[in-house]
């Protein structure tokens, strides 16, 4: 069901996600097809395993002269033939571009470079962009998806599974870095389609599958559910070593968690804020020099943080916070972190979050997003966003670092596995501090007003999700 004009109150939020089914079929030719919704606008996301046929012909009923294939040095070497041979036996014409691996690479320069490469191959309003990799693959050709004669068709092909079912298949945002702030150039610019082979997960070690699981794990916190029983049979019993179908259905309910809340809030800029839960304290660590971890890892991390405080302010029981951090636990994170001390530069960076800007702001505090428990969150006001004290951010950092320091980092052992460079910028990059807070970023005024009258007097909003779809 569509929100109505006014959510009367938190009861229609507990509703949806009570009831929310993803659409979904499967087809003759043993693909799935899901419905993703963002806003009013709806696309198809084919998912299969070893279905690089199917979804190739997929491709070709849009009307269209040749696709231009985004990649990066990886998926180039890794996933680009298979692709290539597919789109040949297939009939389908082809241009190609590379763009670098790293967030270095995810310029204006980078973007300027595919622009020049996709007219000169003689690029048209007829060609779809189809992006080949990763987050950055996916944003940066997305974005010159977004420009190229005011838009053209954007088929996005995630080869990463925390791409597969975080943006590439349920984000509309498009943007490159540039002056030292991350993903201040950018646009809206939904899909036409999305297009996954989780076949191509392959040659991800075990920090690339970690990324993926690390935004799974938050998601169980979150609504519980479906997404709490995935990860018990998964993550909690076979740890990264999942199977291609295994996979299939992880990508599923991560988009189906997606579809729920965009569909209500498609900006993300309210409701849809909740899937920042553990990012204040995981993005602050990511974005330390010299420290190392997948993003999907930091969030998990960045979730102790969180129970940490929410136990500490008595939002959050004994019992719960055990039972929260145990998800965490089965995921098992791994950072690097450098000898020297690390708190303030930490809580530096927490202090200059971009969640800053949509409550007001209460010297000595920082907002959060914080958890009561799994299924259930805390619930201040329309944004999710709690005053938390500085001296206890600062304990709840000390906490993260002392017990990530204790468990130790282990670099995985990459025989067999291709070697990935570690996806980190050549300087930490900044968030602008207006960058998600002024003029169509803030919710309707009417949702707003209905959405402050749905906070009750426990401050708690249960988004619990259905047991199974």
Known sequence: AMAPVEMENKDFLQKTAREHKLESKVMDNGLKELTMHIGEHTYPVFLGYNKLPELVAELRKLDLDKVFLGYDEMTAKYCGPRLEAELTKQGVLFEKCVMGLTEAAKTVATLDMILEQF?????????????????????????????????????????????????????????????????????????????????????????????????????????????????????????????????????????????????????????????????????????????????????????????????????????DKAAHDQLIEWLDPEIFLPERELTEEVLDKVLHDNKRGYIAEKEGHAPFILNKRIGEMHYPNIYYLEYVPVPLVKEAIEYVLARMRKRGYHPEATEGVPKVATRRAAKPLKRHPSSFVYGDDLPEPKVAKALEQGVSSEHTISMRAPDKF
Do not use: W
């Open 119 to 319: 007219l000169k191959g003689g690029g048209s309003r007829k060609t779809v962009m189809v992006p080949v990799g990763g987050g950055i693959v996916s944003n940066t050709f997305g974005l010159a998806a977004g420009l190229l004669f005011r838009g053209i068709r954007l088929v996005q092909v995630p080869t990463s599974f925390l791409n597969a079912h975080d943006a590439a298949s349920s984000s509309q945002k498009q943007a490159v870095n540039h002056a030292g702030y991350k993903n201040i150039v950018g646009l809206y610019h939904c899909p036409t389609m999305v297009l996954v082979d989780t076949s191509f997960y392959a040659s991800l070690g075990k920090s690339q599958m970690k990324a993926g699981l690390g935004e799974l794990t938050k998601n169980a916190a979150l609504f519980g559910g479906v997404h709490l029983e995935l990860i018990k049979k998964t993550v909690a019993v076979k740890g990264t070593h999942l199977s291609g179908e295994d996979l299939v259905e992880a990508t599923f309910t991560g988009i189906a968690a997606k579809d729920m809340l965009l569909r209500l809030d498609p900006r993300e800029k309210h409701i849809a804020l909740l899937f920042e839960y553990g990012h204040t304290i995981g993005h602050a660590l990511e974005l330390t020099e010299g420290t190392v971890t997948s993003h999907g890892e930091g969030v998990a991390i960045g979730m102790l943080g969180a129970s940490f405080i929410a136990n500490r302010l008595g939002i959050m029981s004994d019992a």
